[in-house]
């Protein structure tokens, strides 16, 4: 079993406690436990087929752990019921698709689902908290555009809006920057930042792109293999070891001049200074 965390799961909202996890016969996750620190942005990240996106599906209560439990403020989030735990977790699944010619006003309107009953209808408030969602993100004046006539940034934008018109605390984003040039990656990941900052959210999120990781997020939690290698701040814990032993990956690690924060620089065997080619031996990767 894996712990990634000897803080009392009593001061956090969410939480996993040896959940094992898989897809039929296959098991992805085997007893891993894990806390998400309360109102700050953790990403987690590794390599391909490692398990992150499946953590964050348990955590989002889309997949039921085989084993183990996964937390709501100290309850089973298996035991709560669909409308309750919407309340409180947005999960923005990767690749969201949405019926063709829906436009972006009805898209954020359904955010306001699980706030709807039989007796309470559609009325001002939630008139209100789509047009707020859309004014926090920007893109007010796409309304009453078609979802599928938007660029690849402003339709996850959209989509953000969408969660963000649940009135959740707590908001999973899988892979929220998929098929975005950097340009609409760094515009995306500065607004989560922004709402972060702003609402005080926690925020989740799974990324492949390890500098925007770094550069994004308050703390990392490092995946391999279904179990976590490391957990903590990006300056603490990102170094050419821990880079090597998850990613297989020979890197400096340098100081980013811009965020102050480690910047990987992947080393490989083409349009490499001589003083790198053979960077195990010559002692050009370097930690932090």
């Not at 085997?30 to 953790?42: K, N």
């Not at 924060?261 to 490499?272: A, D, L, N």
Request: proline share 5%; with cysteine; hydrophobic share 40%.
């Amino acid at each position: 079993m894996t712990t990634a965390s000897a803080e009392s799961s009593d001061a956090h909202r969410l939480s996993a406690e040896d959940i094992t996890l898989g897809y039929g016969d296959r098991v992805i996750i085997d007893g891993l436990s894990i806390d998400i620190a309360p109102g700050v942005i953790t990403t987690v990240i590794g390599p391909n087929g490692c398990g992150k996106s499946t953590l964050l599906r348990s955590l989002g209560r889309l997949l039921r752990p085989q084993q183990g439990r996964v937390l709501l403020d100290g309850k089973a989030i298996s035991s709560l019921k669909t409308k309750d735990v919407a309340r409180v977790v947005g999960m923005l699944p990767q690749s969201p698709v949405a019926p063709e010619g829906l436009t972006v006003a009805d898209l954020v309107a359904r955010g306001r689902h699980p706030h709807q009953s039989w007796i309470r209808q559609w009325s001002a408030t939630d008139e209100a908290e789509v047009m707020t969602a859309l004014e926090q993100t920007g893109i007010a004046d796409l309304a009453d555009r078609p979802l599928d006539e938007l660029s690849g940034g402003q339709r996850q934008r959209a989509w953000i809006s969408m969660a963000l018109a649940q009135g959740t605390d707590i908001l999973l984003l899988d892979e929220p920057t998929t098929y975005l040039d950097l340009a609409h990656s760094v515009e995306v990941l500065d607004l989560v930042d922004r709402l972060h900052d702003d609402l005080g959210r926690t925020v989740v999120m799974v990324l492949h792109d390890l500098n925007l990781a770094i550069r994004y997020s308050d703390e990392l939690i490092v995946m391999r293999a279904g179990n976590i290698v490391a957990k903590g701040k990006p300056g603490d814990i990102i170094d050419a070891a821990l880079l090597r032993e998850v990613f297989d990956l020979a890197a400096s690690v340098l100081e980013d001049p811009v965020s102050g924060r480690p910047m990987i620089v992947p080393i490989g065997t083409r349009h490499v200074l001589a003083a790198y080619e053979n960077p195990t031996q010559s002692g050009a990767v370097r930690d932090k």
